[in-house]
């Protein structure tokens, strides 16, 4: 993108939007190449920043591209609805993070699709971007569009809009598509995927056609004899460590899951009927725990995560489990790095796991019991006995677990009042243990309703209705403790998920017609329009309750050329076993399908409800030099950053530098660091201050090594030694300069200063956090100079804050100068200082140490 274009984002754009980080790229460890020669790849997300960032395939993506010298890929999220709209109005086309090049420039834009309800944010980030919806219509001048991730196994509601889908794992196959691109860059575009059609795992759509008979799906017909038959799913053997990235992107705004994560195992040997993920990620793979504990070692040390996520589909069942907790716990506790692993069988928590995992600082526990009765979990291939999963509970409790969280499903096939009845039985006990254990418990429960996915045992199954869903969910609610928080998905949610997740290609039409009258972030309860989607249903002549019925088990299937490795005569005799209808065990050449329970772990009664003592130390305090006043600056860079950003950057490049900071006590100790008054977002800083405490005497070079850590526009300018007791800088601190170029003329300015400062008072409007208040802005402006510094009209503002009254500069300048309110959010501000007045003296906050 050329530098006018670049500017005019940075000016239009980035002020005038909720979160402008979500759309800067500036992060630390991101990849910036220069894109000449290079096989470009933009790797959509089709939904917001947030979460898409919270992807662990995108950051393996993402690695692996640009680990190539050949070849540079960037980032794309779906933009909130507020930044759709005024890109729209400027006429700017959605741009990538790294470089703002717009999409239609890149060869190849690869979406992950990891949830059905992302369908209308890939069309939406197409339109931005000026490329057609569908493949069809697509020419040379136009990028190649991509799709993969869990929810391409059923691939035909999305077919239309792709030029290829990739199925399986993509770590070597993107390199395959990347050279593929490489290799032929002057080929026409037809050319190009006919080579990405020879790709082990890649799915063309135009080489296939659906069929209808009497208005229900018949089959897939071949149109280009070259194609398969079936597509099989591409697997790596090996989990191997070049994989994944040792410098992870670090986000500077707060995502959903803001944490280092690293996967120990893909797959799963347990084989739940309900499970998409356990069938698509097949087989069970292993890392090595000392790969493992080494990427996490390196991976602190270059982003500075306060936790570390164990990933895979139950941590639990990894067989080194308890060493590798037991090599990682140590290092993390003495680090202060919180250890989670979000996904845990109730029956693979020993004794021994819960004493090791109780040694680092943690996070909440995750148990997913699934269903409320022993009969239930064993239909469903979950055979964990209810006192199994209790005593796991307990285990929890007395290992100092604060908050557990509990999942169950509703709806399940075969599901009775006495299996609901079960749920609340369960819950009732959990809560008395609860009570029972001392301290202060938190128990959150996740009730989500049954929806049939594709290429699972249960695939043929009915998908419950509204009515149902929520007879059920407030049936739960009423029978349920009042201790516990019982939280449900919207059955709407669950519905639209069905219907598209078991779509066939007509489900096209219902996506671009919902996309086009409204619908899309439809996974975000606050934007999903589930009258649009039923409205887009009709207009296209489908009935969405027709994608919810029980399918007969020899009807032909929208994927079924789509191929994981599991028989579809297996999945049936699966799905009948379910029900006691066949009790014929699964042959031979079917690995891992379906296996009886593991045993649960048990190790010496001596480790049980052990818990680790903690150790008084001496307060940090009286440890003399340790206490320490910073400055430090901001450059224009980073000035889309909130004041909570700001402070997570030093957090992490705190612990990236090794820097011996003194933490609170208690089961979520924190750094002891307090910072000045907040810097207002879209505004840069040459002046800005904390107060740190050490845990042993400062030197200069521990903060030469912060300085180090800190990402490039982060400065540490100065620090001196705080002696004795000072009330905090928030307290002390009351004036604030700050500098701008004002749009006027030095002479119009001039005035503008005189008219003001003659003033008695001034009034402005200020938005709070539930209304809009009138707030008298006058006092709180103390000295405004203007001066011609030869790029403009340079204007010098203090302002008062704290017990010297209080006025912004967004404020003065459209209260006081007349500018409008786009205007003034178009400006380059910078704080230049923070002082303190004491009567006739300015002092710096560091004069009065």
């Given at each position: ?484 928080h019982v939280r449900y998905r919207n059955p709407h949610v669950t519905l639209l998920e069905s219907a598209l997740g078991r779509g ?31 409205e887009a249903f009709k207009s296209c002549d489908l009935d969405i309750a027709d994608y919810h019925k029980e399918i007969p088990y ?181 004036l604030a300069c700050y500098e701008l170029h004002l749009p006027m003329s030095i002479t119009e300015a001039q005035d503008k200063k ?96």
């Amino acid at each position: 993108m050329d530098a006018e274009s670049r500017a005019k984002i940075e000016r239009d754009f980035l002020p005038f939007v909720v979160k402008p980080g979500r759309y800067v790229g500036n992060e630390l460890n991101s990849i910036h190449k220069d894109h000449d020669g290079l096989v470009r790849i933009a790797l959509g997300f089709p939904d917001l920043y947030e979460i898409g960032m919270s992807h662990l395939g995108m950051q393996i993506l993402y690695h692996r591209i640009n680990s190539l010298d050949y070849a540079v890929a960037e980032r794309v999220f779906t933009p909130d609805i507020d930044a759709e709209a005024r890109l729209k109005s400027l006429g700017i086309p959605l741009f990538s993070l790294e470089s703002c090049t717009p999409l239609a420039e890149f060869d190849l834009i690869g979406f992950t699709v990891a949830y059905e309800l992302a369908s209308t944010n890939i069309l939406m980030m197409l339109d931005l971007a000026g490329i057609p919806l569908r493949a069809a219509d697509r020419t040379d001048e136009h990028p190649i569009v991509m799709l993969g991730g869990s929810c391409t196994f059923n691939p035909e509601p999305l077919a239309p809009f792709a030029d290829a889908v990739f199925l399986g794992d993509g770590e070597e196959a993107i390199i395959d598509v990347v050279d593929v691109l490489k290799e032929h860059k002057s080929s026409i575009r037809d050319e190009r995927i006919t080579k990405l059609a020879e790709i082990d795992g890649m799915y063309i759509p135009s080489y296939y056609d659906a069929r209808y008979k009497a208005g229900s799906f018949s089959g897939i017909e071949k149109l280009n004899d070259a194609a398969p038959d079936i597509i099989e799913a591409r697997k790596i053997d090996e989990l191997k460590s070049e994989y994944y990235p040792e410098k992870p992107i670090v986000p500077f705004v707060d995502v959903a899951h803001d944490r280092l994560a690293v996967e120990i195992m893909r797959g799963c040997g347990r084989a739940c009927r309900f499970c998409q993920a356990g069938v698509i990620y097949r087989p069970k793979r292993e890392r090595r725990a000392d790969e493992i504990a080494r990427q996490i070692k390196k991976s602190i040390e270059t982003t500075g995560f306060s936790e570390v996520t164990l990933l895979s589909l139950s941590s639990s069942d990894y067989t080194e489990i308890e060493s590798l907790v037991s090599s990682i716990a140590p290092r993390l506790q003495e680090q202060h790095v919180e250890l989670s692993l979000p996904s845990l069988r109730p029956n693979g928590l020993s004794p021994e796991l819960a004493r090791k995992l109780s040694s680092a600082r943690r996070t909440g526990l995750t148990l997913a019991p699934e269903a409320g009765t022993d009969r239930l979990r064993k239909v469903i291939n979950t055979p964990i006995p209810e006192d199994e999963f209790l005593g796991a509970v307990k285990l929890a409790f007395e290992h100092g677990w604060q908050v557990l969280k509990l999942y169950f499903m509703i709806g399940l096939p075969t599901e009775t009042e006495e299996d609901l009845d079960g749920i609340a039985v369960l819950l009732k006990k959990v809560a008395r243990y609860m009570k029972q254990t001392p301290g202060k418990r938190t128990i959150n429960i996740t009730t989500s309703p049954f929806c049939p996915k594709a290429h699972t045992p249960w695939q043929w199954e009915k998908q419950a209705g509204f009515d149902e869903i929520l007879e059920k969910q407030k049936y739960v609610s009423k029978n349920s403790p009042r201790s516990i928080h019982v939280r449900y998905r919207n059955p709407h949610v669950t519905l639209l998920e069905s219907a598209l997740g078991r779509g066939d290609r007509r489900v096209a039409d219902v996506i671009e017609h919902a996309y086009r009258n409204g619908a899309r972030l439809d996974a975000w309860s606050e934007h999903l329009k589930y009258d649009v989607w039923i409205e887009a249903f009709k207009s296209c002549d489908l009935d969405i309750a027709d994608y919810h019925k029980e399918i007969p088990y020899d009807a032909p299937l929208p994927w079924d050329h789509i191929s994981k490795g599991l028989k579809k005569d297996f999945l049936i005799r699966e799905a009948l076993r379910s029900k006691g209808l066949d009790d014929d065990k699964h042959s031979d050449d079917e690995p891992e399908a379906v296996l009886s329970p593991m045993p649960t772990q048990t190790k010496s009664p001596d480790s049980f409800g052990r818990r680790t003592r903690r150790v008084k130390t001496q307060s940090a305090i009286q440890v003399p030099n340790s206490r320490i006043r910073v400055r430090w600056s901001k450059s224009r860079k980073h000035r889309f950053m909130s004041h909570l950003d700001n402070t997570r950057v030093f957090e992490r490049a705190i612990r990236r530098s090794r820097l011996p900071v003194a933490y609170t006590q208690g089961y979520h100790p924190h750094q002891k660091i307090a910072f000045g008054p907040p810097l207002t977002l879209g505004y840069s800083s040459d002046a800005e201050y904390f107060d740190i405490q050490l845990a042993s005497p400062s030197t200069s070079e521990m903060f030469d090594r912060l300085s180090e850590s800190l990402p490039t526009g982060f400065k540490i300018i100065q620090t001196k030694t705080v002696f004795g007791k000072t009330q905090s800088l928030t307290a002390l601190i009351n004036l604030a300069c700050y500098e701008l170029h004002l749009p006027m003329s030095i002479t119009e300015a001039q005035d503008k200063k005189i008219e003001i400062l003659e003033k008695q008072s001034i009034i402005a409007t200020r938005r709070t956090k539930t209304d809009i208040v009138e707030v008298e802005i006058r006092p709180g402006i103390v000295e405004i100079e203007v001066e011609n510094d030869g790029d403009g009209t340079l204007l010098h503002l203090t302002t008062g804050m704290g017990n010297l009254s209080f006025a912004k500069p967004s404020e003065i300048l459209q209260f006081g100068f007349g500018l409008s309110a786009d205007d003034v959010l178009r400006l380059s501000i910078k704080r230049t200082d923070l002082l303190i007045q004491r009567e006739d003296q300015r002092l710096t906050p560091f004069d009065i140490l």
